[in-house]
């Protein structure tokens, strides 16, 4: 820069040195994208000496104090497609591009039978009961009996040749992308009675 008087007269030229410091990139996210709901996960970036970094979601919660470390820890709580995204703050104050991933968080299945024990006759049908919000529903028992449909949730059973004393009937709630739910119930087999006829020998006449 120079000035020039009302004269026309030009005084020297100061020059001022000028640093222009180079903008971030996006930084690279590694982590996993597919979990189970309640799921925490951990995702992180590449360190860079001096450089802070800006993480934001729209849908889990980020844990520690702040969000402006390399990596850091989400519990994904909202069955549903979240967005990731963090940028790059360097020592001098230039931030980057976001850099967003897509995260897909899938509904935890649950059941629980209505009751927690019940008795049955032997080879008599029972009816059972069970609630559940999400999730295929599937029957199983430790004995050899026969639902009438395993897949529903209030099936009938009936109790095969084995089914004696104890039997244990679980069922089991599946869902794509997390463990499966289980509950199960003890049902006593109460034997059926047994008649005997006993008869002294008698005369009969024709």
């Not at 820069?1 to 996210?29: D, K, M, R």
């Not at 590694?30 to 709901?37: A, K, R, S």
């Not at 402006?68 to 909202?78: A, G, H, K, L, Q």
């Not at 968080?105 to 927690?116: E, F, G, L, Y």
């Amino acid at each position: 820069v120079f000035e020039t008087n009302t004269y026309g007269c030009s005084g020297p030229v100061t020059w001022l040195p000028i640093t222009i410091h180079e903008v971030p990139g996006a930084p690279v996210i590694t982590g996993d994208w597919d979990f189970c709901q309640g799921s925490t996960a951990l995702y992180s970036v590449q360190p860079v000496a001096g450089s802070h970094f800006n993480w934001q979601t729209n849908g889990g919660m980020i844990s520690g104090v702040n969000n402006r470390y390399d990596s850091i820890n989400v519990t994904w709580t909202i069955p549903a497609t979240h967005a990731l995204s963090v940028s790059e703050t360097n020592r001098w104050g230039c931030t980057g591009p976001l850099a967003t991933d897509s995260v897909t968080i899938h509904q935890r299945p649950d059941v629980v039978i209505t009751d927690d024990s019940m008795s049955a006759c032997q080879s008599t049908s029972l009816i059972l009961s069970a609630s559940s919000s999400y999730g295929a529903i599937s029957w199983s028992s430790n004995g050899n009996g026969i639902f009438d449909n395993a897949s529903s949730i209030a099936p009938g059973y009936v109790p095969g040749t084995a089914d004696t004393a104890v039997v244990t009937i679980t069922v089991t709630s599946s869902a794509q992308g997390c463990p499966d739910e289980s509950d199960s119930i003890i049902v006593t087999m109460n034997p059926l009675p047994v008649v005997q006829v006993s008869a002294a020998a008698d005369t009969v006449c024709e």
